[in-house]
């Protein structure tokens, strides 16, 4: 079985402080993981996803296969990012499983 | 670009009342799926659908059912609404398994079942 945890519900920092969301996952085969994102009032949407190595709106997430980790990371938060965060895993079902989120929120 | 359109929008159902919640999607994907969220649980996968005539369960398909009819359209049917129905629910998208592109995502439906 896949899953997707997400150890944070809530997860507030200062502007200009660097974040960290955490994101385990457990699977057993070579996993397809992405950050995605709500804000406000908006829908669901892709912020990035591993086999990209892409950094979006300064945020990155690394793979770490030996602690099954894909955290998403950003040097300097920004009030714009406030926004709640699902990790997710794309597995041997070709289904999107998701985590639980972490509500992301950036104090001026 | 519509993308991924749900209707409707807000919904109170009472309890044995049915439903139809609608999904379309105007991108050609192939891959069809109805996610529900409830608070601090997530997004949990209801059905989804691979392309037209074929549906599959997800992980929480009690009490729901779907079709796939054509390519744009996989609406969502609650038979029997009960209280534990009460969540968001969103339909997505994806040309492939949700490699490279990811979901599209529809802006939800808010359902509530009192």
């Known amino acids: 079985a896949q899953r997707v945890t997400q150890p944070e519900k809530l997860l507030s920092v200062f502007k200009g402080a660097p974040v960290e969301l955490k994101c385990n996952y457990s699977?057993?085969?070579?996993?397809?993981l992405f950050w995605y994102v709500q804000y406000s009032r908006q829908r669901l949407q892709l912020l990035l996803r591993?086999?990209s190595r892409e950094s979006i709106k300064g945020f990155t997430a690394d793979l770490n296969k030996g602690e099954t980790s894909f955290h998403l990371k950003k040097p300097f938060a920004q009030e714009e990012d406030s926004a709640m965060y699902y990790c997710a895993l794309s597995g041997s079902a070709r289904q999107l499983t998701f985590g639980s989120g972490t509500q992301l929120t950036v104090l001026p | 670009n519509a993308g991924v359109t749900q209707t409707p929008k807000f919904r109170i159902l009472k309890i044995g009342q049915s439903m139809t919640l609608q999904c379309t999607q105007d991108m050609n994907h192939n891959y069809m799926y109805w996610y529900r969220q409830d608070p601090g649980m997530g997004l949990k996968l209801i059905y989804y659908s691979v392309g037209a005539g074929i549906t599959d369960k997800g992980e929480v398909p009690n009490g729901y059912n779907v079709s796939r009819s054509t390519t744009e359209d996989f609406p969502l049917r609650l038979e029997l609404a009960a209280p534990s129905q009460t969540s968001v629910y969103f339909c997505a998208s994806s040309y492939s398994t949700g490699t490279l592109e990811g979901y599209t995502f529809g802006s939800g439906t808010r359902l509530t079942v009192v």
């Open positions: 591993h086999i």
């Open positions: 699977y057993s085969g070579s996993p397809e």
